[in-house]
């Protein structure tokens, strides 16, 4: 069992290493910048408060 989990861990640490040099493309590995949560947070109420269109 010892032998199974250090072979998990090798891979898993192989893995963290080949991700801080990549360029994720799968959405869900991506992290959102803080420039977008500031446009979201702030800009995009200001652009629905303007233009009141109920779907947008």
Same mark, same amino acid.
């Given at each position: ?8 861990? /090798? ?12 360029? #994720?493309?799968?959405?869900?590995? @991506? ?10 947070? @702030?800009?995009? #109420? ?5 233009? /009141?269109? #109920?779907?947008?």
């Amino acid at each position: 069992m010892s032998k199974k989990l250090a072979e998990i861990r /090798s891979i898993l640490q192989e893995h963290h290493e080949e991700m801080k040099n990549a360029i #994720p493309l799968i959405a869900s590995e @991506n992290v959102t910048s803080p420039a977008v949560l500031f446009v979201e947070e @702030n800009l995009i #109420p200001l652009v629905r408060a303007r233009i /009141s269109i #109920p779907w947008f």
